[in-house]
């Protein structure tokens, strides 16, 4: 019986395992593949959250994540009101107070002062080319110089002018202006400088906070007024004692450079003191209370909840990939074992134990291994730094990384020794052939099959939202989505490993009774097949380890895909394009839009078979450049719907119906007039909201109906582009409706950020296919030297022995590829219905196909396959033939 009791002393045992560079390199491999999913989860999930704080900064306007204090200023104490400060000093007690509770808040900027009122601007010399456009916002904003385009003048005081107004009442740079508001007295001004007017550029973050004053407010049809700046003294001698309030903000930006979501809690805290000291400052400083704004409160709350959400798939994915990681290390800790064969046999003998081997391994491998997992924390770091969705952790982050990969390393070096105990202890005490045969035929794979059915089943299948105070909703995973796809992936691997083995094993069974012939003439294709027969369960292994990474990326990467280009395509069919504008009045395209612009007209109470419809009206020649349409839409394509909508002056034009079945008696009616259409059912148009049915008819059968339809101008392309040339053409715009604000941000950025998470997780399974490759081939080394040595013999060239190589391995490489594909299609097929996290909004689940990932998988798989064939062929080329031939192995 073994003797389980501690061996000799260890003093050389260390230094022994570093003339084996082979096992110091699995040993170090074992420790860095557990260690890194270990580290990377609790820093993948802090940049999860720190990515979807800035998202959120990043698509806000500045001063609205900061602060904003908002009041009216008047210039005249009411008579109930005589302590009521006005004019210059509530502006100059309103800055203090302002000025004052900001300094204690951390990176808050100082506040910049707004004042503006409506005013108006006529030549002072002649009477006003347009008397009924002189209406301008005359604004008085702190350093508006340096945030506008000039383009004459800009020396001396005096008014600046937008370049439209100027142009139209024919001022430039020296003209003098009266500049006065209703009931007062004008003041003359010189105009100081002409600039672009701000709707005919691109928002800037300067002007953010005032974007309703000079682009107007969606769905109002308030007149939008240009805007002319003056310094702030002159704005008070416009207003005088004016009986009318002025509009005055107080805006303060947050310097997000660097922040985090911890980092922004003292943010908050401060903003929420800034508030209390402002309200303190008094009514006769702001009469009626000031209304205080800033959403990084809210910003912060929703980052956490997101990360809150990842936290229940992100760290079960991360335990799974550790755990895969410590399947090297017991495959590390069987290596080591196997190459110490003759040692350990002479340990044996002499009494010492599994136990003590063990703990002899343990001590050898603990500099490899821990290094490994220092490895592993670095490499942790880095990949979340550079891949991750933002570079930037919290520091409570950064330590339970550490903490978890100091964990992880040790549980290897646990799970490395204990594997090379039991290892040793079967090396004279195998197990009869026949429990190794029953072990191999039960059906394991039938274990994780069932279990996706369960899952699949039982678990919750729907996209659900939570939310949190001022967090807004977000999204959570389906459990099912992130369950029932890992168990089907494993037990197609495992049903792809027993038909492999047994398809090799029925080839190598026909290819034993073939009588030996002549050595074939393509000698590579003739060596990989044969070795391949030779070891079936080797190569059904290879290919179903290949399989379970592939196939765990494509579908992550599908399913990310999938969910962007649905809510992409949402929010495109919700608004039909990327823009559309409300236009006051009927308008021509302007030429600078023409190849990507139409003009439609809606009227959204007519009446089809006794049901209210919204009627469309487009121009079939140019409504198909300007909508948006997916290919991958259902249905016919969008050009096909536009020809059947026919000529306008036929008995019963052609028509296209979206939202219900076409009716018996197809008659279209408008305000009483009537219109015979013939019509054809489609599951979907541009345009066509969760709402109304939708009907799509000539624009001119529309016209023949009504006049009383309101125009639209639809554009492709960037919206901050279309708003800009719109603005630059002059339109009349009431409202502007975009594609890229139809899903409010951060909404369903967790579940991306989770299957990024879980690809990631797959590609690391494909570094310990890698490992283990490399390892199969250092253990059938010395058989593929004496091979090699022979084959020479026969003069079979170094190159086609590498080719056999690379066919070979490659082939097992390429085939766990075709089957890692063939098994994502089978999850995406089965799950596709999943990836509609806004089930209630057309067009339902787009799949997108990610070619570029497939294509980088297939290449390193190639790449794998060239580069482990060489280095094998290399240690072979290298033998002697009389070290070979002596050896009696």
Partial sequence: MANWGLPAPWSRAPAALWRRPAVVLATVVAGLLVALPAAAAPLFLSSSGNATLHNQIDRSCQWRVGAR????????????????????????????AVRAAAATVPRLSRPVVTTHLTANVVPARRPAVAPDRTTVVLMARDGFRGHVRLLAGGEGPGIWLPDGFARLQGLEPGDRVAVGTAGGAPVPMRVAAVYRDLRSLPDQPYWCGLEELYRGKPLSNQPVFPVALVDTGPLLTVAGDS?????????????????????ARPVVDGLTAFRDAVSRAGPAVFPGGPDITSTLGGDVARAELVVASLTGTVLPLAAAGALAGLVIAGAAGAFWADRRRTELAVLSARGVGPVAVAGKAMLETAVPVVLGGALGWVAARTLVAGSGPSPLVTPAAVGDSVLAAAAATLTALAALAVTAGVRAAR???????????????????????AGAGLAWSLLDGETTTSSVGTAGMVAHLPPRLIVAPVLLTAGLALLTA???RWALALARRRAAGDPAGAFPRHVARFLAWRRVRATPAVAAILVAATS???????????????????????????????????LTGSTAVPPALGDRATVTKLWTDGDLGGTTVHVLGVDPATFGRAAFWDPALPGPDLAELLSRIGDPDAPSPGAVLAGMPVPADPVLEVRGQRRALDLTEAPQLPGKGPGYPMLLVHREVLDGLTGAARPYLWVRGDPDRSVAAVAAAGLGVSTVSRADQVHQVGVYTGITYTFAFLAAVSLLSGVIIVVGLLLHLDARARARRSAYVMLRRMAVTALAHWRALVLEVGGLLLAGFAAGAAIASVVVLLTRPDYDVDAATAPGTVVDVPWVVLAALLGAALATGAVAAGTAQRAASRARPSEVLRDPH
Avoid at 243 to 263: N, P
Avoid at 433 to 441: K, M
Avoid at 555 to 577: K, M, N, P, W, Y
């Fill in 69 to 96: 204090v908002e009041a009216p200023l008047s210039f005249a104490a009411p008579p109930f009101d005589r302590d009521r400060l006005t004019g210059e000093r509530a502006l100059d007690r309103r800055a203090e």
């Fill in 243 to 263: 009986e009318f309030d002025a509009g005055q903000r107080l805006e303060m930006a947050v310097d997000s450079t660097g922040l985090t979501t911890s980092g």
């Fill in 427 to 449: 090396v004279f005490d195998a197990p009869p052939a026949h429990r190794h045969r029953v072990l191999r035929r039960l059906p394991w794979e039938l274990l994780p099959l």
């Fill in 498 to 500: 027993r038909l492999t």
């Fill in 548 to 582: 379970v990474p592939v196939a765990l990326s494509a579908f992550g990467a599908t399913v990310i895909g999938s969910v962007e280009r649905t809510l992409h395509a949402e929010g495109q069919l919700i608004v039909g394009t990327d823009a559309v504008f409300g």
